[in-house]
């Protein structure tokens, strides 16, 4: 069965501290990997898009790194900022059908000052 | 640009009562239209999602139902609503050619009492 599960499922930094996001997937065969934020009260919007052949994408703040083989991604924030809490979803598209993606569940963020 | 527009963004309505939800997309045409579900502390459900006007696929059986009357309407109904049909619903569209890359609504936050 095709799923993406993340962890930790809920996180408090202070501001100006890093954090990491785990996302690991079974989904198989894999086509790509998206990170999104969800503010609250607000549709996802999407950070990183990696596909089978990349290691590592940066947005900003946000880097993600992609291990196809182990099947694991992680989001790293750098210098925490206040605006960053949010929900982050790991999303996993699969060959097959690129129409259905696989949510994760999502690592709720918090950033105190 | 592209701008996806969802109304409304909060509704409360009694056990019994129709739904109907409306998500319009401007600047693009043949969008992939999508209605997400997310439950509070789960990730988001695929409720429906349309590749053209009549084309509707549903993902789960339940009693809500989707129409795609226009090529960048989506409209999302029920004819009586349940209780556990509460929680925050998004609709979200895609280009044809990437199909993994979501833009979402603001979404509605539905409270069935």
């Known amino acids: 069965k095709n799923q993406v599960e993340q962890s930790p499922q809920s996180l408090i930094i202070l501001e100006g501290k890093n954090c990491t996001l785990q996302c690991n997937y079974t989904v198989s065969p894999f086509s790509n990997l998206r990170w999104y934020k969800q503010d609250t009260g607000r549709g996802p919007v999407s950070l990183t898009i990696m596909t089978f052949s990349e290691n590592t994408k940066s947005n900003g703040r946000y880097t993600a790194t992609l291990d196809a083989d182990t099947k694991q991604s992680s989001l790293h924030i750098t210098a925490s900022q206040l605006s960053d809490s949010a929900s982050y979803i790991c999303v996993v598209t699969s060959s097959y059908n690129t129409d259905k993606l696989i949510f994760g569940t999502g690592t709720r963020l918090q950033v105190f000052p | 640009s592209q701008t996806i527009h969802q109304w409304p963004a909060t509704l409360v309505q009694p056990v019994g009562s129709p739904l109907s939800l409306e998500c319009t997309v401007e600047?693009?045409?043949?969008?992939?239209l999508y209605w997400y579900r997310q439950a509070a502390g789960r990730g988001l459900q695929l409720l429906f999602y349309s590749i053209g006007i009549d084309q509707i696929s549903s993902e789960v059986p339940q009693n809500l139902s989707a129409s795609r009357p226009q090529d960048r309407q989506f409209i999302l109904s029920s004819k009586k609503l349940l209780l556990s049909d509460s929680g925050f619903y998004l609709c979200?569209?895609?280009?044809?050619?990437?199909?993994?890359?979501?833009?979402f609504g603001s979404g509605t936050q539905l409270s069935v009492l």
């Open positions: 600047g693009t045409s043949n969008p992939n």
């Open positions: 979200a569209w895609s280009d044809v050619g990437i199909p993994e890359k979501l833009f």
